[in-house]
């Protein structure tokens, strides 16, 4: 029982963190960021500048219609991110899952907020070297692929574990 308690209260901080962290930069970089000034930091490595996004990852489906990006990107995003969390709660995944998922929901729930409250999202940060460089992302976006990372990592890690477990039949 206290197992559980302390798995659901880990998760709760985790979400909780991850979109105070990303709502905190967010506003942040509107404030620092907001009037077109663009900073750069070693050798443009990495460039903070603000853009507001009314599409999703980089930007897709901004040219649409406005009710398209809104059944898109606001009721579809916001049933995909409730039934994720229905699953992750039913579910008795391992602590690999369960991170990965919580970081996913938490990423996506942040960027969701904005598009309920602004019709947009918020992104300020850009990776590059040169004219190689990434889209412009925020906090969110970097808690999405990670835990994205950490699923497919976990998915593979439980493959391995079951073809060992398998073979040693």
Known sequence: MIQRTTARLTVLVAIVSTIGCDRVTKH?????????????????????EYAENTGGFLS???????????????????????????????ARWDVWLLSGACLVLAGGASNWIDRLV????IDFMNLG?????TGVFNVADVAIMA???????????????????SSSL
């Open 28 to 48: 942040l970089a509107s404030e620092a960021l907001g009037h077109g000034e663009v900073r750069t930091y070693l050798a443009d490595t990495i460039r903070l």
């Open 60 to 90: 897709l489906g901004a040219n649409l219609p406005e009710p398209w990006r809104t059944r898109l990107f606001t009721t579809a995003t916001g049933a995909v991110l409730l039934l994720m969390a229905i699953v992750a709660v039913r």
């Open 118 to 121: 602004r019709g947009s999202v």
């Open 129 to 133: 070297v040169g004219p190689v460089r």
């Open 147 to 165: 835990g994205a990372g950490l699923l497919v990592l976990a998915r593979l890690r439980a493959r391995r574990m079951d073809s060992r477990a």
